[in-house]
């Protein structure tokens, strides 16, 4: 697998980090090009201390803090509605925009006109200029009635953050350090901000690789860290579940992929925290295994996945 990673064209894999029940197997870190934010790409040389972005990973570390949130009592429940959330942008209420709740932003169903996987591929980079995002977000004329089908929007996890920001009282990279990060010894973070000063929940998150396989480590042990409850158990359980069809050969949870690799003639079920550019975290419960990624190869996004997952790391244990 090393060697492909050095030799295959455009591969540019950064890091792979692979624990099997509980112990570290595998740790290998490489060099190649990387862009972080809107900087050129450079040629970095990466180890066990450099951070990486995670990119839209970023949104399943936003639904454990979710989690987190309702089981402290903060937020209410997933069927809240969100305008309850938002008075002061009261004016842009509509009938069918009351119907979007925090179950609808968790699994990408709000039905809100949406341009990201789609195109022309801008509402991203309308919501970053905005002075307001929030206002731009929920300003959007609904397309399809909330919960009636998925469509990627980065709109609704910055939605969710700005819900735990009200609610908790925190900002989302406090909350994460207070009620995640500490709790598993992850001591080196950064979450890069959107334009009006609040860390992006969409796609802000900066780890090193080993503290990124430390949360699939997490969600692979039911939210339970050395004997502490980080994340409750079944919220655990209902984000990496099918709640939602995804694009084609993937389904959706609460903010995780739900995928599977056909290896040796079985089909090995998977969750993913998905970042752009190739940025993985998998986690298999049948393996009691966790697998991390960080890449930068926006021209083949699957590649981790499509081939060191399924044709180097998976056959090396299924029988």
């Known amino acids: 697998m090393d060697d492909r990673v050095g030799t295959a064209h455009g591969a540019n894999v950064h890091a792979i980090i692979v624990a099997r029940e509980g112990v570290l197997v595998h740790e290998r870190y490489f060099a190649g090009e990387d862009q972080i934010g809107r900087e050129p ?74 341009h990201e996987f789609v195109p022309p591929f801008d509402s991203v980079m309308e919501m970053r200029r905005s002075v307001d995002p929030y206002r731009y977000i929920l300003g959007r004329p609904v397309a399809i009635p909330a919960g009636r089908t998925f469509n990627y929007n980065s709109g609704s996890t910055a939605l969710l953050g700005l819900i735990l920001r009200k609610t908790s009282g925190k900002p989302i990279d406090d909350l994460a350090k207070e009620e995640l990060f500490d709790r598993l010894g992850i001591d080196d973070t950064e979450w890069q901000r959107m334009p009006q000063g609040d860390p992006s929940a969409g796609g802000g998150l900066r780890l090193r690789p080993c503290d990124a396989a430390k949360i699939g480590q997490l969600v692979l042990n039911n939210g339970n860290w050395r004997g502490a409850q980080v994340v409750p158990a079944a919220w655990i359980n209902e984000s990496i579940r099918a709640q939602n069809k995804g694009p084609p050969s993937y389904l959706y949870g609460y903010q995780w992929w739900i995928g599977g690799s056909n290896v040796n003639g079985r089909v090995v079920g998977w969750a993913g925290a998905f970042g752009w550019g190739g940025q993985r975290l998998i986690v298999i419960p049948e393996l009691e295994m966790t697998v991390f990624f960080a890449a930068w190869t926006p021209n083949d996004m699957a590649f981790p996945e499509r081939v060191l997952l399924r044709e180097h790391i998976l056959p090396a244990v299924v029988a």
């Open 41 to 114: 790409p450079a040629r970095v040389m990466f180890n066990a201390t450099t951070k990486h972005n995670v990119n839209s990973a970023t949104k399943s570390v936003v639904s454990l803090l979710v989690g987190i949130a309702i089981d402290r009592g903060w937020i209410m429940g997933l069927e809240t509605p969100v305008f309850s959330y938002f008075p002061e942008y009261a004016d842009l209420r509509t009938p069918e925009k009351d119907r979007i709740n925090v179950r609808h932003l968790l699994t990408m169903s709000d039905g809100l006109e949406w």
